[in-house]
């Protein structure tokens, strides 16, 4: 279905046709029109099935079309990190450009200029709010935030939000909303925790089930079985010489992110890493170095595996396994995006073994394993359902524990 299908205003299509926008993505074609009918919406769809531009367009459409307050907030876009609040206000500043919409994007780690611009805004009045939970309920709690006139309520990414324990923020937010208003909520899965939260704010909803539990065929998948002191030097061969130009190399820690990093830099890796140690500044000039291709090799933690728009990614790298099938299937799914092929390689480790055989029984594939190079020396036999030996190549055995203050 093409977006000039859909009824939208022409101020509207042309910042669509300007974004380069066409045809609809799946998610894109059963959800906007329930938007515009005014419904409440609870989708299930996954990051790269095109979900922002789903509620974006609506919303911009019912607010060009319809009467709305200019002196309050009229529609809040609630989001668990300040790299998707960025994200969700670049794409919206891009589709409302021949529009007189108003934006602002409300996020934790700004400086005193910022605060006064956010201030500004949720006390005089914004079209749209793009926030954090805790951002927005700091300000709330100063008791300047116009939201008597608020219409639509979005929560994206719901499940990260609760899982990042946003619950209570969410709702001191909801409580300080109008009653009657148009509610939205995406997930990538549906657990009964989201489906507890969607009974409590939704009206009845229409449902949207576009969420896949299983990475696209496209993407071409290895599993290299290691022992954890041969991860990094592994890494090392698999990333020098090599035809990638746009790699992610995923960890599960904050200090996994720093060590890897260091190495790699020490093997002369043009490489940088991403995790919430960083100050905001230094982040969102990481991922434009990234974004532009100026930097080929990123280390990040999970934040960066959901709700990150960047697209060319060729190769996706697991340090660790993932702690959940879910969180495998976003970080991969970094790679493959739109047409593009993708690679994803992932490195198990023996304590790790049980975590990626639920994994595969998740996708419903069995990954190929690599070869590792034989100068690395012996590797652990893949026996999910047996005790295995956490220790070195050749070593005694040693168990290899979670760091006591892993950070994510």
């Given at each position: 279905?093409?977006?000039?299908?859909?009824?939208f205003?022409?101020?509207?299509?042309?910042g669509?046709?300007?974004?380069?926008?066409?045809?609809?993505?799946?998610?894109?074609?059963?959800?906007?029109?329930?938007?515009?009918?005014?419904?409440?919406?609870?989708?299930?769809?996954?990051?790269?099935?095109?979900?922002?531009?789903?509620?974006?367009l609506?919303?911009?459409?019912?607010?060009?079309?319809?009467?709305?307050?200019?002196?309050?907030?009229n529609?809040?876009i609630?989001?668990?990190?300040?790299?998707?609040a960025?994200?969700?206000?670049?794409?919206?500043?891009?589709?409302?450009?021949?529009?007189?919409?108003?934006?602002?994007?409300?996020?934790?780690?700004?400086?005193?200029?910022?605060?006064?611009?956010?201030?500004?805004?949720?006390?005089?009045?914004?079209?749209?709010?793009?926030?954090t939970?805790?951002?927005?309920?700091?300000?709330?709690?100063?008791?300047?935030?116009?939201?008597?006139?608020?219409?639509?309520?979005?929560?994206d990414?719901?499940?990260?939000?609760?899982?990042m324990?946003?619950?209570d923020?969410?709702?001191?937010?909801?409580?300080?909303?109008?009653?009657?208003?148009?509610?939205?909520?995406?997930?990538?899965?549906?657990?009964?925790?989201?489906?507890e939260?969607?009974?409590?704010?939704?009206?009845?909803?229409?449902?949207?089930?576009?969420?896949?539990?299983?990475?696209?065929?496209?993407?071409?998948?290895?599993a290299y079985?290691?022992?954890e002191?041969?991860?990094v030097?592994?890494?090392?061969?698999?990333?020098?010489?090599?035809?990638?130009?746009?790699?992610?190399v995923?960890?599960?820690?904050?200090?996994?992110?720093?060590?890897?990093?260091?190495?790699?830099?020490?093997?002369?890796?043009k490489?940088?890493?991403?995790?919430?140690?960083?100050?905001?500044?230094?982040?969102?000039?990481?991922?434009?170095q990234?974004?532009?291709?100026?930097?080929?090799?990123?280390?990040?933690t999970?934040?960066?595996?959901?709700g990150?728009?960047?697209?060319?990614?060729?190769?996706?790298?697991?340090?660790?396994?993932?702690?959940?099938?879910?969180?495998?299937?976003?970080?991969?799914?970094?790679?493959?995006?739109?047409?593009?092929?993708?690679?994803?390689?992932?490195?198990?480790?023996?304590?790790?073994?049980?975590?990626?055989?639920?994994?595969?029984?998740?996708?419903?594939?069995?990954?190929?394993?690599?070869?590792?190079?034989?100068?690395?020396?012996?590797?652990?036999?893949?026996?999910?359902?047996?005790?295995?030996?956490?220790?070195r190549?050749?070593g005694?055995?040693?168990?290899?524990?979670?760091?006591?203050?892993?950070?994510?």
């Amino acid at each position: 279905m093409r977006f000039s299908e859909f009824g939208f205003d022409d101020r509207l299509l042309e910042g669509i046709e300007a974004s380069g926008y066409d045809t609809a993505t799946p998610v894109q074609e059963q959800v906007i029109p329930l938007i515009l009918e005014g419904k409440d919406v609870i989708a299930s769809a996954q990051t790269g099935t095109g979900k922002t531009a789903a509620f974006l367009l609506p919303l911009i459409n019912r607010m060009l079309t319809s009467a709305h307050d200019p002196h309050t907030i009229n529609a809040l876009i609630i989001v668990p990190t300040r790299e998707l609040a960025i994200q969700i206000e670049q794409h919206l500043e891009g589709l409302s450009y021949y529009t007189n919409i108003s934006s602002i994007a409300i996020y934790g780690g700004g400086d005193g200029n910022a605060f006064v611009q956010e201030k500004k805004a949720v006390s005089t009045g914004a079209d749209i709010v793009v926030c954090t939970p805790g951002k927005m309920m700091a300000h709330i709690r100063m008791g300047y935030v116009k939201l008597s006139g608020l219409k639509y309520l979005v929560l994206d990414e719901a499940d990260r939000m609760l899982d990042m324990g946003f619950y209570d923020d969410i709702m001191f937010i909801i409580n300080h909303l109008p009653a009657r208003r148009q509610n939205l909520l995406f997930s990538a899965t549906m657990p009964s925790k989201i489906r507890e939260l969607a009974k409590r704010i939704l009206t009845q909803p229409a449902e949207v089930n576009i969420s896949i539990s299983k990475p696209p065929e496209k993407i071409k998948q290895t599993a290299y079985h290691v022992f954890e002191a041969q991860k990094v030097p592994l890494v090392v061969q698999l990333l020098s010489g090599s035809n990638f130009s746009r790699i992610v190399v995923f960890c599960s820690s904050k200090l996994s992110v720093k060590q890897l990093t260091r190495e790699l830099r020490r093997k002369k890796l043009k490489v940088d890493e991403i995790h919430s140690d960083l100050e905001q500044d230094k982040r969102e000039e990481v991922l434009m170095q990234f974004k532009s291709g100026r930097l080929p090799i990123l280390v990040a933690t999970d934040i960066l595996s959901r709700g990150i728009d960047i697209d060319n990614i060729d190769l996706v790298i697991n340090f660790d396994v993932p702690h959940d099938g879910e969180d495998y299937v976003h970080r991969i799914g970094r790679t493959a995006r739109a047409e593009a092929d993708g690679t994803a390689f992932t490195l198990v480790s023996p304590k790790d073994q049980r975590k990626w055989w639920q994994i595969e029984k998740l996708i419903e594939r069995t990954v190929p394993h690599g070869v590792v190079p034989p100068e690395l020396g012996a590797t652990p036999a893949y026996s999910p359902r047996q005790p295995q030996q956490h220790g070195r190549p050749g070593g005694k055995r040693k168990y290899y524990g979670k760091p006591r203050n892993p950070g994510k």
